[in-house]
Structure formats: C-alpha cells, structure tokens
C-alpha cells in the first residue's frame, strides 16, 4: 500500500485555470506538508499543518491555498496559473513535528502551465 | 539565518568507487541533520539521520558524521553502485515547530 499518495501525477494546464492537487496518507500521521521542487531540484516548502492547523505557511502568492479536510488528507488549490508555477509539487507526512521527525514524501505531482 | 550547502553536482563515478558529498550548514543552536535521497521519478526519502554532536548516521552503506566544531556532515560510501544513482539532500531541523531547510541537492551518476 502507498504510504503517501499524490493526484494526479502529471497536470498540464493553460495559464489562468485554477487546478488542485490531492495528497493522502495512510501512516496514521499528524503532520502533512507541502513542497515546491523547481527545475533545479531546489526544494522549498510552502504550507505545513499539524492535526489539521496550519502551522507553517511559507511566503507563496496567495493563489496557492492549502486545504485539510481531515489528519489523512492535504490537498493545495492554486488560482490563476501562471508559468512560473510549473514546478514538481511534493507532499508530506510525519508524526509529530520534532527536530529529529522523518518526514515521508509522496511521488510528486508535476506540473506544467502552458 | 539557518542555511545548508553542498558540493555541486553532477557527480559521475565509477561502480565500486568511493563517494563523497560535502555538506556543511549554519544554524544556531544544535540542529538535527539529515540525508535524505530522491531516484528517478520518485519523492524523497530519509538514508540517513543524526540528532546530536559526534553522531553517526548509517544505512545501506551510507555514514554521515555530525561535526560541530566543522559544522559539517558530509556523506561518504565506501563502494557505489548503479543503483545509487540519485539526487542527494543535506538537511537540517532546529528545533520544534520549525521548517526542514534542504540544501540544493546533489545530483550522483554512477556508471557501470
């Protein structure tokens, strides 16, 4: 079984549409995360949330919005793309949110704005 | 503020050689520090961890020592293999209820 999943794997979409991405955990974790990977690889995190609370919410446009209906589930709603969202978008899990805590990441969704 | 560098890549390397990637971070306070490591086509995952001075994480061949005094945690494998081929990242955390600042990543080839 997928400890992370993430839907869909591939997005392509024009500039303007507003897309969302699913993610789902079944590690009974508390912790869910957001990342940007960019064309370079460079990792960034954008949204962490906590027993559904948001706790950390990086500097990204308020076009991207973060939603945690439940623990297992954070799905990211991004409004009016544009070219420079297109990027490899990682989600997250872990228990806890301690210095020390593994975090563990679903196979990313990769986006493509045209 | 909190920062992680690593060497550059790509790094190509022969099977059976030996691997070094540099790391080295800033950070105030005694961060936790991570490897984690991404193949083709996939999402992160942790190889390996270290919570406090002297330190040594280890897993599938893999060491990493955490040096203070350096501020250094370099990863090392004594023989590679085609498998390995990955993207590598230098990781730390501060303290709780704080980000996990990854370095760039390092980019291995490993050619048979």
């Known amino acids: 079984d997928t400890a992370v999943s993430q839907t869909p794997k591939y997005l392509v979409t024009q500039m303007g549409n507003d897309k969302s991405i699913k993610c789902e955990q079944n590690?009974?974790?508390?912790?869910m995360y957001w990342y940007k990977q960019d064309s370079k690889k460079f990792l960034k995190i954008m949204f962490s949330?906590?027993?559904?609370?948001?706790?950390i919410n990086e500097t990204v446009p308020n076009r991207f919005s973060p939603k945690s209906p439940d623990k297992a589930h954070l799905n990211l709603h991004i409004n009016s793309l544009e070219l420079g969202d297109s990027a490899v978008y990682f989600c997250?899990?872990?228990?806890?949110?301690?210095?020390?805590?593994?975090?563990?990441f679903g196979p990313g969704t990769r986006l493509t704005v045209t | 503020g909190n920062s992680v560098t690593q060497m550059e890549g790509p790094v190509t390397l022969s099977e059976e050689a030996f691997l070094t990637i540099n790391c080295t971070y800033t950070?105030?306070?005694?961060?936790?520090l991570f490897w984690y490591v991404q193949y083709p086509g996939e999402g992160l995952q942790l190889l390996l961890k270290?919570?406090?001075?002297?330190d040594k994480g280890s897993n599938k061949g893999f060491e990493a020592t955490y040096r203070k005094e350096t501020t250094s945690f370099h990863l090392e494998k004594g023989s590679v293999q085609v498998s390995d081929s990955a993207v590598y990242f230098c990781a730390l955390a501060r303290a709780s209820y704080d980000k996990v600042i990854f370095g760039p990543g390092t980019s291995l080839s490993v050619i048979p």
């Open positions: 949330y906590n027993n559904k609370e948001l706790i």
């Open positions: 950070a105030t306070g005694y961060p936790s």
């Open positions: 270290a919570t406090k001075a002297d």
């Open positions: 590690l009974g974790h508390d912790t």
């Open positions: 997250a899990s872990s228990q806890g949110f301690g210095p020390s805590t593994e975090q563990y």
